[in-house]
């Protein structure tokens, strides 16, 4: 169920997502790595489902 | 008063009904029941099946079983108020009690604890966050979310992070919010036959008039629409910076980090006080801040063979970080630590607070150091030139203005005081650690620890170059090397606060205008070593200046720009610029055909202007 862009609150809204990523990751990322994940989190929040293939 | 009270026997002794013999069955086995339950509770219930009464007594009086069980039934029957009389698969069942009678248990659920808890009698309204509760207890008991008011969550949404009208996204190009659709249609086919878009560039559709956009700290809104890498090019540092700052700003602290790395704060494996000490006595034996990589191997075993290593490293550096007797004082690439009670480095003369203060014009705008170059050509060439100052090179200071930035690495850490370099010398085969201040809010940064070298191998004025390499935390110093020679060059007696002039023999390459030669200017032997308060105070040390080094003109003092440089710098570090600029400020100075004066105003003066005014 995709989420309203204008419920995401940077820093709560798919910080459980990108904690199992970097758990998975299983060693320190580097910020640029967190940012570009964290966004294709946001991403895939907002437009689950609606995605064009 | 009951009736268990009134008899001798721990049981009731219950009136039974029918006939004559009905009644004795009926006794002789409510009888055997409560004997059977004698250590039940009073009204607990007593069960027993009809084919093993019937057993039982057909045992003790040699008859048949199946014909005492039909007298037994009928008895048992007849007397309904002392016998539960139940048929289970084929088979009686009588249940009684030691009170007389069957008393099924009751289960009171009007008022249970939980349900009370769960369901108060006058609940709070829940559309309220703060009087929602958890039956967990957090992660961490000391940060405490803030809670913020529904009123500024509703303003904040519908301007910060909401959906807004298409025209009202703002950005610092235009073109970054046009839909893939409006390019040339011809540019655009070329490319599709060219490179097919991957799936995730594709833009979801959304409701006409509305971009889906999220707010970064800067103020730019981003359109989630577009893909993530042409995000990340267009606003990668906003990006970042935001994406920083909410992980920080995390009251569960999930997620944490050193420098750029992150990673969550479960997986950090954490040190004993032993650790620490052992770290501590380390460093401390070893005599200068230590790499984490020197402590993972010496200390702990672990080299980069290890798998582990990027998750242990990243552990004791988080962990150093938040131990109060270590300070990291590393860079990108070089992560060293000071341990306390390492000894100080650099001059002892003047205090961190002092050169902060007399550097701090660094930081006001007056910072003349990329003159005549930019901080591209030195971050491209890895060397920046300069001229040391008398300043400098009595105290093994440089100052921290715009090239050596370009040129040395910025902090690691927010909140990261100073980190420690290695200067190296290729002429002499020796190096130095020194110290690199960074600047403050109001006070500037300089570098300290090369006193030894200054006073050795160079004098005032001369040209020095610093250049990086490979390391992150290693430079090269290195100046022009010339065939002796001989000046009387101004030296500081600091016992007594006098300068004076002695024969020195140098062979580096110099600035004639900066050397501070008695043959240059020989007026600077009269100057007085100044106090550190007035040396922090720039007008003080120019009035100075004037008094003992200008020539007298009638009421003022009179002095060239480069003179002024020269002499001013042998108290403390000042740029053009800056003294420009205070001369500029202040009344008691002037400029007259390139030449500046200054008048001063004496304390009865002062009075006498005070009196009239």
């Known amino acids: ?53 | 008063m009951s009736e268990l009270a009134m008899s001798t026997q721990p049981y009731v002794v219950p009136t039974f009904s029918g006939s004559q013999e009905d009644q004795d069955w009926a006794d002789r086995v409510y009888k055997l029941m409560v004997t059977y339950g004698s250590f039940y509770a009073y009204e607990a219930p007593i069960r027993q099946a009809l084919s093993n009464l019937a057993a039982f007594f057909a045992a003790q009086q040699g008859s048949s079983a199946e014909e005492l069980a039909s007298a037994i039934d009928r008895a048992i029957q007849q007397n309904p108020e002392v016998f539960l009389r139940e048929e289970q698969e084929g088979e009686v069942f009588y249940t009684t009690s030691k009170a007389g009678r069957y008393i099924p248990p009751q289960t009171e659920q009007t008022h249970m604890f939980a349900q009370r808890l769960y369901e108060p009698e006058n609940p709070l309204p829940v559309d309220d966050l703060s009087v929602v509760i958890t039956t967990g207890r957090p992660a961490l008991t000391t940060v405490e979310p803030v809670y913020i008011s529904d009123y500024w969550r509703a303003q904040a949404e519908g301007v910060a992070s909401g959906v807004l009208p298409a025209a009202e996204i703002f950005d610092d190009e235009e073109e970054v919010e046009q839909p893939a659709e409006v390019e040339a249609p011809a540019a655009a086919e070329a490319a599709a036959e060219a490179e097919p878009a991957p799936q995730t560039e594709e833009v979801t559709p959304e409701p006409e008039g509305i971009i889906p956009a999220i707010t970064l700290d800067n103020g730019v809104q981003i359109d989630l629409r577009l893909p993530v890498d042409e995000l990340m090019a267009r606003h990668g540092e906003a990006l970042m910076a935001t994406v920083r700052r909410a992980i920080e700003h995390d009251p569960l602290r999930r997620i944490v980090s050193f420098g750029n790395d992150f990673y969550p704060e479960s997986m950090v494996e954490s040190f004993s006080k032993g650790d620490y000490r052992r770290i501590r006595e380390y460093i401390l034996e070893q005599g200068e801040p230590l790499l984490d990589t020197i402590i993972m191997a010496d200390l702990f075993g672990r080299t980069s063979r290890d798998r582990d290593i990027e998750t242990f490293r990243f552990a004791l550096n988080y962990r150093l970080n938040r131990e109060k007797d270590f300070e990291f004082v590393g860079v990108e690439g070089a992560r060293l630590w000071w341990a306390k009670g390492l000894p100080a480095i650099g001059t002892k003369r003047l205090k961190a607070s002092e050169l902060g203060q007399i550097f701090a014009y660094l930081e006001e705008g007056y910072d003349d150091s990329l003159d005549g170059t930019s901080a591209e050509s030195i971050r491209e060439s890895g060397h920046v030139s300069r001229f040391l100052t008398f300043f400098e090179w009595e105290y093994g200071l440089l100052a921290f203005d715009a090239a050596l930035k370009a040129l040395l690495p910025p902090p690691l850490l927010p909140d990261q005081r100073s980190a420690m370099l290695r200067i190296e010398s290729p002429q002499h085969y020796t190096s130095y650690l020194v110290e690199l201040r960074y600047p403050t809010s109001n006070r500037g940064g300089w570098l300290q620890g090369l006193e030894d070298f200054f006073k050795e191998f160079l004098v005032p004025g001369a040209l020095i170059t610093i250049a990086a390499t490979e390391e992150p935390n290693i430079f090269t110093l290195q100046y022009e090397e010339t065939a002796g020679e001989e000046a009387r060059l101004l030296t500081l007696d600091e016992k007594k606060g006098r300068f004076a002039f002695n024969a020195t023999t140098f062979y580096c390459a110099v600035d004639n205008d900066l050397l501070p030669s008695q043959e240059r200017l020989s007026r600077l032997r009269n100057m007085k070593l100044l106090t550190p308060g007035d040396r922090r105070r720039l007008e003080a040390t120019l009035a100075h200046v004037f008094e003992t080094v200008g020539q007298k003109q009638g009421d003022a003092f009179v002095i060239s720009l480069n003179d002024l440089y020269l002499a001013t710098n042998v108290q403390r570090s000042a740029s053009r610029p800056a003294i420009l600029a205070t001369i500029a400020e202040d009344s008691r100075f002037e400029q007259q055909d390139g030449l500046y004066l200054y008048r001063p105003v004496y304390e009865e003066e002062q009075e006498e202007t005070e009196d009239e005014l």
Not at chain 1, 26 to 41: D, N, V
Request: aromatic share 8%.
């Open chain 1, 1 to 53: 169920m995709p989420i309203d862009v204008k419920n995401i609150r940077l820093g709560e809204t798919g910080m459980d997502e990108l904690l199992a990523w970097l758990r998975q990751m299983g060693q320190p990322q580097r910020l640029e790595a967190i940012t570009y994940e964290y966004l294709s989190i946001l991403r895939s929040l907002v437009f689950e489902g609606q995605e064009q293939v």
